[in-house]
């Protein structure tokens, strides 16, 4: 097989891919780690929207959200999803598709108390993707649950983290005349080894 080396070397792709982040974190301009997250509402039509990935762990990529958006629903029916990373300072992309968990335990505990306090009372104000009457309703409930949850609110039964289990990761870096390299590792299970294919530009 042929060796792969520089930005592309390494055999764990979690490594590689925060290494890869490390370095957009250098370059882009802000939200180095936004995904463009895909999911399929049980009709088939696909659905994406920007999140925040806010961890690579040894085995999974971590977002947080709300269990009750649209997002959520098409992810829990589905236990499948897929995002890219796109980086335009550094010309490079990395493309997930696994099997979806939710991380709702310490952790997601631990993630929603290194929150700004706006941020927690905001996670409970918003009833994520449900009709809004006004900006002035959302100002009302804000105001409404920062009463009620003081300075110090538990993180909410509603809202937590989503782990991602690649079955697939490709790491794409631009090159000379549309000649771009693509490395993908594939497994057919979570806890198969990886399979890693160069594929065509
Ligand atoms: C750069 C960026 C980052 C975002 N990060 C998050 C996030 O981490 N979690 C989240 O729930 N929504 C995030 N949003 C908002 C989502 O894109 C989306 O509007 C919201 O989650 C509702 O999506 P849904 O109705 O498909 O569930 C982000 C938006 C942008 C543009």
């Known amino acids: 097989m042929e060796k792969r080396t520089g930005k592309f070397a390494g055999e764990d792709p979690f490594v590689l891919a925060r290494a890869w982040l490390e370095e957009a974190e250098k370059t882009e301009p802000n939200d180095p780690n936004a995904i463009a997250l895909s999911t399929v509402d049980p009709d088939g039509l696909p659905n994406a929207r920007?999140?925040?990935?806010?961890?690579?762990?040894?085995?999974?990529?971590?977002?947080?959200?709300?269990?009750?958006?649209?997002?959520?629903?098409?992810?829990?029916?589905?236990?499948?999803?897929?995002?890219?990373?796109?980086?335009?300072?550094?010309?490079?992309?990395?493309?997930?598709?696994?099997?979806?968990?939710?991380?709702?335990?310490?952790?997601?505990?631990?993630?929603?108390?290194?929150?700004?306090?706006?941020?927690?009372?905001?996670?409970?104000?918003?009833?994520?993707?449900?009709?809004?009457?006004?900006?002035?309703?959302?100002m009302a409930e804000v105001a409404k649950v920062t009463a009620r949850h003081g300075t110090d609110p538990a993180r909410p039964p509603f809202w937590g983290g989503y782990r991602i289990v690649p079955l697939e990761i490709e790491f794409w870096a631009d090159g000379d005349f549309r000649l771009h390299d693509r490395f993908v590792w594939r497994r057919t299970s979570a806890d198969a080894g990886w399979d890693i294919t160069r594929l065509n530009p």
């Open 50 to 138: 920007m999140v925040l990935l806010k961890e690579i762990s040894a085995d999974a990529f971590v977002f947080y959200t709300n269990y009750t958006s649209a997002k959520a629903g098409e992810i829990d029916a589905a236990g499948k999803a897929a995002f890219v990373l796109h980086w335009k300072s550094l010309r490079r992309q990395i493309r997930v598709r696994g099997l979806v968990s939710r991380e709702d335990g310490e952790k997601a505990d631990e993630y929603y108390a290194s929150r700004s306090l706006k941020s927690r009372l905001g996670a409970w104000a918003s009833d994520q993707s449900k009709p809004l009457s006004s900006r002035a309703a959302l």
